[in-house]
Structure formats: structure tokens, C-alpha cells
């Protein structure tokens, strides 16, 4: 079992940036790829980044490259999202999870709790 907490999350205006971060609660971190997911109010979750357990692939979603930035500290069984250049359109709940294979949709094993992000213009 995989527990996520998520943090980071707030409000900020167009342009800006926040760091989100995933903590995870397993003895084996190292093996899991870990992504971050968002989901908009009336919309479906959607993927947004993903790293593989030894932090040197990443991938992610077309509407967030080169903007934001997916890493890990395996010695700290955390996950980072850093969001810069954001956008009213970037808004939602963001998710962190982890699953033992990579992966760009939503069948992951295990998800946190999630975290608001509100972007105003």
C-alpha cells in the first residue's frame, strides 16, 4: 500500500509559479513511477507529468511542456511539480500518484488526496 499526501497548492495570478509537492509513504519509493494528474471543475482528470523511478525519463502533457517540471528526491520518497508561467487554464485539483509501471493515463494504483491550484487573470 502507497499512501500520497500532496501540498503546495494555492492561488495565484497569471504568470506566476507554485512548486506542488507528493510525499509517499513506502518503503520502496525508488520503484514506482510517479505522475501528476488534474482535473478542472466538469471536466476529466487528465495527466499531466510522469517520471520513472529513477528520475531520468519524464514525460508530459502537450498544454504543460516547458512550463512545468516534474523531479523526485528518492531519499526523500518525494515528487515535485514546478509550475511556472501559469495560466487561468492550468486551474484544478491536482493529484499526485504512483504505480509500478510509467504511464501517460489514468490507471495508476494509487492517488493523494489532491491539492487546489487557482490561477486568476
Known amino acids: 500500500q502507497v499512501q500520497l499526501v500532496e501540498s503546495g497548492g494555492g492561488s495565484v495570478q497569471a504568470g506566476g509559479s507554485l512548486r506542488l509537492t507528493c510525499v509517499a509513504s513506502v518503503s520502496n519509493f525508488r520503484d514506482y513511477a510517479m505522475a501528476w494528474f488534474r482535473q478542472a471543475p466538469g471536466k476529466e482528470r487528465e495527466f499531466v507529468a510522469t517520471?520513472?523511478?529513477?528520475?531520468?525519463?519524464?514525460y508530459y502533457a502537450d498544454s504543460v511542456k516547458g512550463r512545468f517540471t516534474i523531479s523526485r528526491n528518492n531519499a526523500k520518497n518525494t515528487v515535485y511539480l514546478q509550475m511556472n508561467g501559469l495560466k487561468p487554464e492550468d486551474t484544478a485539483v491536482y493529484y499526485c500518484?504512483?504505480?509500478?509501471?510509467?504511464?501517460?493515463?489514468?490507471?495508476?494504483?494509487?492517488w493523494g488526496q489532491g491539492t487546489q491550484v487557482t490561477v486568476s487573470s
Open positions: 500518484a504512483a504505480d509500478e509501471y510509467i504511464g501517460l493515463d489514468v490507471n495508476y494504483d494509487y
Open positions: 517520471i520513472n523511478g529513477g528520475g531520468g525519463r519524464t
